[in-house]
């Protein structure tokens, strides 16, 4: 594999990064900004909206840039976005730092993956990609607790400046490593992307992403002010907590792409969103015990983010019967499905909190990621229904 993966996968690591360790400092932000936690958590919604919107149409704008420049820009406007987040001296311009960084983020993940596969011989394609992918998941374990761990006893603004350097590591060396004359993927324009989201079934799949992804970030979002005010662990052991909740993450991720392997996307996530549901409903109870609140946010780990692979290969398993022109526009736009749930979701859970209390978010959250189920039900039944009519 060519090093210059590696500067992509630096890239995914510190844009995971920077995504994912606002959940660990919205306590510090909220009482360092004289905000409130609902307030706090709107900055994990703003960015998942700038990734949202982000992802398709500055995709769609960019599509004849050289992928080297754009990269590059990327990672320039990524850098801008953290030090603007450091410098941030009230609310306000957090939301703007954090929506300009979002937008970097949506499209980095859109052009990700062809520049990887550009960098290989086409039989090592998948591997390039899952090397690239592998510095997101590296964040959740990692990135996501020392980020937390260094806004705790340094200050929150101390994270986003780490991040930025990181930012800066990333953008030297695909300055040094990324060849300029990648192969270009001819671009895809906005009408072809709402031609994949005209179709009821894509629709019905992106429904499925951003309803079972919103149902987990009602609660995730405030997961670090529970831990704290409800099982009353100490801010500095939240990072530790963190730490298990991203090695579950991971592992999950593996069981959830090998099951939908065994048993087809439909089945598997039948099964995840049933236990993710079960695991939110049983932290309710579970949150004011803290031996219990530790087993139960590492089950959460497994089963909120076991559902990714399972959507993805649905999306373009059903993209490849409906819209076989446009596959890697339907992959790119589930991206942005996830983004919305997670805005949605850090949104509802703000206002739970605001009119009801921390401890309602759990069981919220799981409703929602019930209606994610009848969802994925009705979708199968759609396929059984496509299949007999065939036969």
């Known amino acids: 594999m060519p090093i210059a993966l590696f500067a992509l996968t630096i890239s995914a690591f510190a844009i995971g990064t920077t995504e994912f360790v606002i959940v660990g400092l919205v306590p510090t932000i909220a009482s360092d900004l004289d905000v409130s936690l609902p307030s706090a958590g709107l900055l994990v919604s703003l960015y998942a909206l700038g990734v949202a919107i982000g992802a398709p149409v500055l995709t769609a704008l960019t599509g004849r840039w050289n992928r080297k420049v754009l990269l590059l820009s990327l990672m320039i406007l990524f850098i801008v976005g953290n030090i603007a987040a450091w410098m941030s001296s009230g609310y306000e311009m957090l939301i703007i730092a954090r929506v300009i960084t979002g937008l970097a983020h949506g499209v980095f993940f859109s052009i990700g993956s062809t520049i990887a596969t550009g960098l290989v011989p086409k039989e090592k394609e998948a591997s390039a990609i899952a090397i690239m992918f592998s510095g997101l998941t590296v964040a959740l374990v990692t990135g996501v607790p020392l980020g937390a761990w260094i806004g705790q006893e340094f200050g929150w603004r101390a994270t986003f400046l780490i991040v930025s350097v990181l930012g800066l590591v990333a953008l030297i060396g695909s300055f040094l490593l990324i060849p300029s004359n990648l192969k270009q993927s001819k671009a895809a324009a906005l009408a072809e992307q709402f031609s994949v989201l005209m179709h009821p079934r894509l629709i019905l799949v992106y429904a499925m992403t951003a309803v079972g992804y919103g149902g987990t970030f009602v609660a995730f979002t405030f997961l670090a002010p529970i831990l704290e005010q409800v099982s009353g662990f100490e801010a500095s052991s939240v990072a530790f907590l963190l730490l298990i909740y991203g090695v579950s993450v991971a592992f999950g991720n593996i069981w959830g792409g090998k099951l939908a392997d065994k048993i087809g996307p439909v089945k598997a996530l039948y099964i995840i969103f049933s236990l993710l549901a079960a695991v939110l409903f049983i932290f309710t109870f579970t949150a004011q015990y803290q031996m219990a609140a530790i087993v139960t946010v ?71 990621v019930l209606g994610a189920l009848g969802l994925t039900r009705l979708s199968g039944v759609l396929d059984k229904h496509v299949i007999t009519q065939k036969v």
């Open 298 to 368: 590492l089950a959460w780990g497994a089963f909120a983010f076991g559902n990714v692979p399972g959507l993805q290969v649905y999306v373009v398993k059903l993209a490849k019967k409906y819209r076989p022109n446009a596959v890697d526009v339907a992959s790119g736009l589930n991206i942005a499905a996830f983004n919305v749930g997670i805005a949605i979701g850090a949104f509802v859970g703000g206002y739970v909190v605001d009119s009801m209390s921390l401890m309602d978010t759990p069981w919220i959250g799981a409703i929602i």
